[in-house]
């Protein structure tokens, strides 16, 4: 499934941008509007966004940063991936990173110990989000892929 993924947005990797949002969505069911940035000089954010918190008749919504990383499976998301995106997240703020990978042992430890509010999701979390979400197969994935993000 995430060799589906990486072929799709092969030598288009700022496309995965939507596609990484669209996973956050399916792991994180308040998430409210998102707001994709511009390929180059993104300021370390491929996507801004909000998600809300309480019930519907008080509701909070707190703003998060998003970076998506369309890395081959051989390719992990190091530190200087994750620290660009730390620094760029505000006070009472949070941040996502999105990777088809996987992320280095040193990373989790430091956001872990460290407290850092972010949100890692390995190519492991995609896969298991497609299937809560019924995409099964391969051919669902690329389903999926082809409708929502069409080649141009």
Known sequence: MLEEIREHFRE???DFEACAVAIWRLIARNTGPVDLTRPSRDGGRDAVGTYGLGPVSSRISIDFALEAKCYSVGNSVGV????RLISRIRHRNFGVLVTTSYFQKQVQEEVH????P??????RDVIDALRHNGRMTVGSVRQWLEQSFPKV
């Not at 200087?80 to 620290?83: A, G, P, T």
């Open 12 to 14: 288009r990797e700022h």
């Open 113 to 116: 110990e460290d407290g850092h």
């Open 118 to 123: 972010i949100v890692l999701i390995a190519g």
């Open 80 to 83: 200087r991936e994750v620290s």
